[in-house]
């Protein structure tokens, strides 16, 4: 029964936990304007095109895109935060020399359209964002770097107007912006480094990121049949809101919380048939004694409560172990788990105390009818 008990609140718990942290990430502060906003990811693989066609393409269905009825506007980027995965770059930081004297560090970088920055709403801190000038593909290169990389590589500085040397380049840094996750929620920001696409072609395919006053069947399939106006061979998966998109990246951890709700329910289910049967049979092997202790003057009630008092002795070993092991068990579930902590008080206790509530149910049913028997009758018998 305790093990029974147990297993049950472990597994609740680990529901609870991996629940919460689901609603938690859900409600979590992303630094950007994630509504009203649109992501269509065009397959650019193995069609062949240089940088200038890919330039053109890129140019012009942007164009096309932001003539669509209902679109404010639009964007390209190489990364999607906490949906496409993450590129990185290896550059050089005038005045700063790693640790390893190689010259160069590895950051991670997101290629991204001019107006990135202002139809995402993040914040730029310090200088400035990207205009239209920094797109063309003669201009000059410029680059915004995260808070997170200012405070690494330039301590106590001002990292404006500091050169960077990307791909045999020397870049300039315009502006600071707000960290944003990239790859979890409350992630520790880590250095990034933007570049405008244009005077660097990035050419594995950018991320469409349309800003539109609603979302509908009619602008999907009007997005896919511009993406697709200038090749037909492009291949443009179905464009969904960016919060549905995110709700995939989630995937895992709801698959987590199901499944372990589904084994937690049918786990309570046994425990409290095993503690009803097991209770039943001791109480049924002890009747007569129960008749003698009632004919001799004991209450039902006080009888009722030395049987409960034995399921609740359950209930509250089974408890310790089944904590215990929800601790161990949401340990191997760290990396799934947000604004919660294996050892989450709020989720302990409701397991805990749900099994216990029902512990205590199971000892009462068959005692209450045990105490109801004929002394004289259960004698005889």
Known sequence: MIAQVGVSVALVATSL????????SRAFDLGFDAANLVIATPNMANLGLDAQRGRTYYRETVERVGRLPGVRGVALAAVVPLVVGDETQSIRIDGYEPSDGSGRIVVNNNFVWPNYFDLMRIPIHR??????????????????????????????????????????ADVEVVG??????????????????????GPVYFP???????RADHFDAALARAVRSELRALDPRVQVPTPLPYNELRMQSLY????????????????????????????????????????????????????????????????????????????????LLRG????????????????????LMASVAAAYLPARRLTRVDPAAALRG
């Open 204 to 210: 594995y395919g950018l991320s469409f990121h349309i």
């Open 336 to 355: 799934l788990l947000f604004g919660v902590t294996p050892s989450d008080l709020v989720s302990l206790a409701a397991s805990g105390g749900m099994l």
């Open 17 to 24: 936990l991996v629940t919460r942290s689901l609603a938690a």
């Open 127 to 168: 200088g400035r964002g990207f205009v239209a000038a920094d797109g063309l593909d003669r201009a000059r290169v410029v680059a915004v770097v995260s808070e997170a990389m200012a405070r690494r590589y330039w301590p106590g500085g001002d990292p404006i107007g500091r050169t960077i040397r990307v791909r045999d």
């Open 252 to 331: 895992p951890g709801r698959v987590v919380a199901l499944v372990s709700t589904g084994f937690g329910v049918v786990a309570l289910l046994l425990a409290l048939t095993g503690i009803y049967g097991v209770m039943t049979h001791i109480l049924v092997a002890r009747r007569r004694e129960f008749a003698v202790r009632l004919a001799l003057g004991a209450t039902p009630a006080r009888l009722a409560r030395s049987v409960i008092r034995l399921g609740l002795v359950w209930g509250i070993a089974g408890t310790a172990v089944g904590v215990a092991a929800a601790i161990v068990l949401a340990q």
């Open 176 to 197: 600071v912006a707000a960290d944003i996750p990239y790859n979890a929620p409350g992630e520790t920001p880590s250095p990034r480094l933007y570049l405008p696409f």
